[in-house]
C-alpha cells in the first residue's frame, strides 16, 4: 500500500521560507514520477513542480527561480524547497506520485497517490 505523508508547512511572512517533506512507503516512489501539486481556496489543483526518475524537475514558470525539489533515495523522501514566499504561494500543497517512469505527465489526474497536504500560508 502507498502511502504519502507530507509535513513542513506553515505560516510565513512574504520573502520568507519553508522545506516541506514527503515521506513515501509502499513501494520506490523515488524511482518513478512524483511531484508537488497546490490548491488554494475555490482555486483548481495545480501543478508546482515534477520530477522524474532520474531526477529531472519541471518547474511551473510561477515558481521557477524560488523553489527547488530535490530527494533523497535512501530515505524515500521528497523534498520542496521554497524561498522567496510570495502571499499568491498561499494554499494546501500535496505530493503525489505516478507509476510513470519518464515524460512525467503534467496534470494531477495522472497520478494515483496523494498525500494529505500541507497547508502553507504566506502573509503580505
Known amino acids: 500500500q502507498v502511502q504519502l505523508v507530507e509535513s513542513g508547512g506553515g505560516s510565513v511572512q512574504a520573502g520568507g521560507s519553508l522545506r516541506l517533506s514527503c515521506a513515501a512507503s509502499g513501494y520506490n516512489s523515488m524511482s518513478y514520477c512524483m511531484g508537488w501539486f497546490r490548491q488554494a481556496p475555490g482555486m483548481e489543483r495545480e501543478g508546482v513542480v515534477i520530477?522524474?526518475?532520474?531526477?529531472?524537475?519541471s518547474y511551473a514558470d510561477s515558481v521557477k527561480g524560488r523553489f527547488t525539489i530535490s530527494r533523497d533515495n535512501a530515505k524515500n523522501t521528497l523534498y520542496l524547497e521554497m524561498n522567496s514566499l510570495k502571499p499568491e504561494d498561499t494554499a494546501m500543497y500535496y505530493c503525489a506520485s505516478s507509476p510513470v517512469r519518464w515524460h512525467c505527465p503534467r496534470g494531477s489526474l495522472a497520478y494515483p497517490y496523494w498525500g494529505q497536504g500541507t497547508q502553507v500560508t504566506v502573509s503580505s
Open positions: 520530477i522524474d526518475s532520474a531526477g529531472s524537475p
